[in-house]
């Protein structure tokens, strides 16, 4: 009896360590930093994977972080993926024709590269679901990961860009050109009123409309470099009598360009 049980314990233990190790790792992205350029397919200069599983490359721009990011692509051009090793990744799915995965290739170690193809003007959505490697005879535990990437596919970067946000993206953050536009849709239960959306820094990114009710609605123009966050404050219509609290919706946009 306590032979079996201190095998039990044993395998719980080594199952515990599998799973931390992977959890170090940022979901779904490669732990390699520069891959070799011919994985990305877009020219001779290596590009640092970033925190999206996607490679940088100068005809392309995330525009919005954390997973899933927001990623700006040129049409015809091409980009790398590089997803996390120890994992068994399936083919990268596009949801739409303007967007296309070529080039799959799956290390011994697990882990996935491959190239996107801006096919056409549009939008996509790109997943890879991915499943942990275990040692054999270790115990394993039920680990997945999903990654996914937003593709927005423009015909020249250069165009300025409307960048439309809701509270689910609170806490996100976005990264704009000069000229291009937040548009913002806020919604909440009827029993609550928004404040208007706020630039801290209107220098920035400046305001050129806001609604506020239970909807609430603004859109902002990037018209500097530098850094602002928008804000705004769902707030119960018996506050402050009442006890149901607040909601604080923020984002974090920095101008470039």
């Avoid at 990305?40 to 100068?58: D, E, F, I, K, M």
Wanted: charged share 10%; proline share 7%.
């Amino acid at each position: 009896m306590k032979e079996a049980r201190g095998l039990a314990l044993g395998r719980l233990a080594r199952a515990v360590t599998v799973l931390a190790a992977t959890a170090t790792l940022l979901p779904g992205v490669s732990a390699a930093s520069t891959p070799r350029s011919g994985s990305a397919g877009v020219g001779s200069t290596p590009h640092a994977v970033t925190s999206c599983g996607v490679v940088a490359n100068a005809r392309m721009r995330i525009t919005s972080q954390p997973q899933p990011c927001t990623v700006t692509i040129e049409l015809g051009a091409r980009m790398g993926i590089s997803l996390k090793r120890g994992f068994q990744w399936g083919n990268p799915q596009s949801s739409s024709r303007a967007v296309h995965a070529t080039g799959v290739s799956r290390p011994t170690a697990g882990g996935l590269t491959a190239t996107l193809q801006a096919t056409a003007l549009g939008r996509a959505t790109v997943t890879s679901t991915g499943t942990i490697i275990c040692p054999p005879g270790q115990a394993c535990p039920m680990l997945a990961l999903l990654w996914s990437v937003h593709v927005i596919v423009v015909r020249h970067l250069s165009e300025s860009q409307t960048i439309s946000v809701t509270q689910d993206d609170s806490a996100r953050r976005f990264t704009l050109h000069h000229g291009d536009r937040l548009v913002l849709r806020l919604t909440g239960p009827t029993f609550y009123t928004w404040t208007a959306p706020a630039s801290s820094d209107p220098s920035v990114l400046r305001r050129l409309t806001a609604t506020t009710a239970s909807t609430a609605s603004a859109s902002f123009v990037a018209t500097a470099p530098g850094t602002a966050r928008v804000t705004a404050v769902d707030n119960p219509n018996c506050y402050p009598q009442c006890l149901p609290p607040s909601r604080l919706f923020q984002v974090s946009v920095t101008v470039i360009g």
